[in-house]
């Protein structure tokens, strides 16, 4: 796994929660991330962006609420979410471009980490 998403669990309206997605130490850098849920049965969306040089964009739904950020010295990424609704609660998953040694070369791969259930409900 290059990409480990973590901080979800149960939280009521209102709340907040902070998820981490953490490159594993096989990965050189982090490029272009995101944050991305999916609720059973529907596609999955994307939350929010970030690039590089950390321009941040965001569904409209999470505008004003959910932030994300980035820190690459610890090769992690954030998405800080507040004023939680039901809606939110989805399976969130990060996805970005790592760059790591494959084969002696340095390659950037796009990957996924696995999901964390994030359940707003009171």
């Known amino acids: 796994v290059q990409l480990q998403a973590s901080g979800g669990g149960l939280v009521q309206p209102g709340g907040s929660l902070r998820l981490s997605c953490a490159a594993s130490?096989?990965?050189?850098?982090?490029?272009?991330m995101g944050w991305y849920r999916q609720v059973p049965g529907t596609e999955r969306e994307l939350v929010a962006s970030i690039s590089s040089g950390s321009r941040a964009n965001y569904a409209d739904s999470v505008k004003g609420r959910f932030t994300i950020s980035r820190d690459d010295a610890k090769r992690t990424v954030y998405l800080q979410m507040n004023s939680l609704k039901p809606e939110d609660t989805a399976v969130y998953y990060c996805?970005?471009?790592?760059?790591?040694?494959?084969?002696?070369?340095?390659?950037?791969?796009?990957?996924w980490g696995q999901g964390t259930q994030v359940t707003v409900s009171s």
């Open positions: 996805n970005g471009e790592i760059g790591r040694l494959q084969s002696g070369r340095f390659v950037i791969v796009d990957v």
């Open positions: 130490e096989n990965v050189v850098s982090i490029h272009d």
